[in-house]
C-alpha cells in the first residue's frame, strides 16, 4: 500500500477530488472490516466507516507522511468508534430485518445454487466470525483476505491496490486461504463439537 | 505440480480468475486425481458459505463509495487556510469565480446527472459494435477472459455461478475501467444491459429512470438493488 498511497496522498493534499474517490475505493474495504472488529455491528461499521473517510478529508494536510495513511486512517476510525460504543447499547452483531430479507432475495437472485442446503462444516459461519478471523490474520495478509473474501476483487486490481506484482498478490491468496480456512475450520468445530 | 501446488490455486480456480491454460492443467490433474477433486469441492463449498455470508458487507462497501461520491459532489476541494492567498484583491477574484461555479453547478442540478448520462451513453453508443461480436461468446468463463484479453487487453473476472448460455461480462469498473462491459445480449432485439460502475447508482438513483433517444439508439439507465443499469437498443 505504501508505495501507491504516496502518489496518492500528494493528489489528494494538491485537493484533487478523484484522489479521494480512489482513497475511499481503495481503503473503505479494510477500514469497514476493521470497524466490525470493534462494533459488531454492521450499519454502525459502515456510519463510522464514512464519517471518517469525511473526516479524514476535512483534514488530510495534517497528514505527512504517506507511509502512515493507513494507520492515520484507522486511528480516526478507533477514536470514532469508542464514541459510537459508549453512545450505543446494541450488544451483538445485528442486521436490520428487512435488509435480512432484500440480501435473502439477492442470494436467490445472483446465486441460484445458494439455495442448496449448506455444507454442516461452514452452516454456523456468520460475517462477523469471517470479519474476526480475517482481523487476526499477519497484516500483509489480512488485507488481501479482505479485498479478496469481502469484496471480491480480482487479483489483478488488489496487486494494483497494494502496489505489488499481479504474482505477489496470487502468492498472498494462496497463504491468505490457507490460514483462513484453517482459523476458521478450528472456529467450526469449536463451536459444533459437544461440549 | 504436486497436488499441493493444485490445490493451492483452488481459490483462484473457482474464482475463475486464472489464466486458460492454467485452468486446462488443472482440469486435467482433476480427470486422474480424487484427492484434488474431492479438495476442489471443499474450497467450492467454502467460498460459496463466504460469498453468500459477505453480501452486507459489499452492500455497506457500496454504500460507503456512493455516500463519499455524493459528498466530493457537493464539496469537490477542501482548501486549507494557510493555502488562501494574502492579498484581498487576489481572495475577492477567487471567491468570484467559485460564485460562477456554484451558479452553473446549480444550473446543471437542475438537470442532474445530464453530463453522466451523455457520458454513459456515449461509451454505450460506442461500444455497440463490441456486443455484435460478443454475442457469439459461449460456453466457459476462461474462453470469454481469454477473448477479452486477446481483443482489448483486460483481464475481467466473471463472477461465480454465471449462467453463461445468457450472461458475456461483468463489471469492469472493478479493474478500474470505466464504465461497464455488455452483461447481457438478447440477439433477437438487437439489445443489451450493461451493468455500471457501483458510482453511477447515486446519479441514477436521484433522478429516477431516464428514457433518451440518439443517434439511432434508444438508451434507458435506472438503478435497482444498489446497481446502475444502462439498456441500449437499436431503433428500427
Known amino acids: ?195 | 505440480m504436486t497436488c499441493d501446488e493444485y490445490q493451492s490455486e483452488f481459490p483462484l480456480y473457482v474464482g475463475h480468475q486464472l489464466l486458460p491454460e492454467e485452468d486446462a492443467e488443472i482440469i486435467a490433474h482433476l480427470q486422474s486425481c480424487a484427492l484434488c477433486r474431492q479438495a476442489l469441492e471443499e474450497e467450492r463449498q467454502f467460498a460459496r458459505a463466504v460469498h453468500n455470508v459477505s453480501l452486507p458487507f459489499r452492500e455497506a462497501s457500496q454504500n460507503i463509495q456512493r455516500s463519499a461520491q455524493k459528498a466530493i459532489r457537493r464539496e469537490p476541494q477542501v482548501i486549507p487556510s494557510h493555502r488562501l492567498p494574502e492579498s484581498p484583491r487576489m481572495r475577492l477574484a477567487i471567491w468570484s469565480v467559485a460564485a460562477a461555479l456554484a451558479l452553473i453547478a446549480v444550473v446543471l442540478l437542475r438537470h442532474p446527472g445530464a453530463t453522466e448520462i451523455d457520458h454513459v451513453a456515449d461509451w454505450a453508443i460506442e461500444n455497440y459494435p463490441l456486443i455484435d461480436q460478443t454475442h457469439a461468446l459461449r460456453g466457459d468463463p476462461a474462453t470469454v477472459r481469454a477473448w477479452f484479453r486477446e481483443h482489448h487487453q483486460i483481464d475481467i473476472s466473471p463472477p461465480v455461478n454465471v449462467d453463461y448460455g445468457k450472461l458475456v461480462g461483468c463489471k469492469m469498473a472493478e479493474m478500474g475501467r470505466d464504465p461497464a462491459p455488455l452483461l447481457r445480449f438478447n440477439g433477437r432485439e438487437t439489445s443489451a444491459v450493461f451493468i455500471l460502475p457501483a458510482r453511477f447508482a447515486a446519479t441514477f438513483n436521484a433522478m429516477g429512470n431516464r428514457d433518451i433517444s440518439r443517434d439511432g439508439f434508444r438508451i434507458v439507465v435506472w438503478a435497482e438493488g444498489g446497481n446502475p443499469y444502462l439498456k441500449i437498443s437499436r431503433l428500427m
Open chain 1, 1 to 195: 500500500m505504501n508505495a501507491y498511497s504516496g502518489r496518492l496522498l500528494e493528489r489528494w493534499r494538491s485537493g484533487d477530488p478523484h484522489a479521494f474517490e480512489e482513497v475511499v475505493n481503495c481503503f473503505h474495504g479494510p477500514l469497514l472490516s476493521y470497524l466490525i472488529s470493534l462494533l459488531h455491528h454492521i450499519q454502525d461499521a459502515e456510519d463510522v466507516a464514512q464519517d471518517t473517510f469525511f473526516r479524514a478529508h476535512k483534514s488530510v494536510h495534517q497528514l505527512r507522511d504517506p507511509a502512515k495513511l493507513w494507520e492515520w486512517l484507522k486511528r480516526i476510525a478507533h477514536n470514532l468508534a469508542m464514541d459510537r460504543a459508549k453512545n450505543s447499547r446494541r450488544s451483538g452483531f445485528a442486521t436490520d430485518p428487512s435488509e435480512i430479507q432484500t440480501i435473502a432475495e439477492e442470494v436467490q437472485v445472483s446465486s441460484p445454487d445458494a439455495a442448496e442446503a449448506p455444507d454442516e462444516t461452514w452452516s454456523q459461519l456468520s460475517l462477523e466470525v469471517i470479519v474476526e478471523a480475517i482481523e487476526g490474520l499477519p497484516e500483509i495478509y489480512r488485507e488481501v483476505a479482505v479485498y479478496h473474501y469481502l469484496q471480491e476483487w480480482p487479483y489483478g486490481k488488489i496487486a494494483q491496490a497494494l502496489g505489488i506484482e499481479p504474482a505477489a498478490a496470487r502468492q498472498r491468496i494462496r497463504r491468505a486461504n490457507k490460514l483462513l480456512r484453517s482459523v476458521l475450520m478450528h472456529r467450526m468445530l469449536k463451536r459444533t463439537s459437544p461440549t
